[in-house]
Nanobody, 115 residues
């Protein structure tokens, strides 16, 4: 199983970015996928998740600004981030919560929001 995250970068406050997480080695359509982030000096925190039936859940700090989606054919999960704030600066990780008894993480992609 591999999770390849991409799409991070430097953006001004108020701007947008879309992160991608391409999965290999699994059947994406039957799995919940999630995004987490970790800012310097802080613990990793939940951002969003999408279940196999398409239902979604978001962390309070990103509700109304971020949207998680999936393309099962492309085995890719996306995180559309709008109205970015400086406090969104973090390394973003995609997560496969459970596959054959294990949790998997992508390598992380840096998002930096300048104010």
């Amino acid at each position: 199983v591999q999770l390849q995250a991409s799409g991070g970068g430097l953006v001004q406050a108020g701007g947008s970015l879309t992160l991608s997480c391409k999965a290999s080695g699994i059947v994406l359509s039957i799995n919940t996928m999630g995004w987490y982030r970790q800012a310097p000096g802080k613990q990793r925190e939940f951002v969003a998740k999408i279940s196999s039936d398409g239902s979604t859940d978001y962390g309070d700090s990103v509700k109304g600004r971020f949207t998680i989606s999936r393309d099962n054919a492309k085995k890719t999960v996306y995180l559309q981030m709008n109205n970015l704030k400086s406090e969104d600066t973090a390394v973003f990780y995609c997560q496969l919560p459970e596959w054959r008894g294990r949790t998997y993480w992508g390598q992380g992609t840096q998002v930096t929001v300048s104010s």
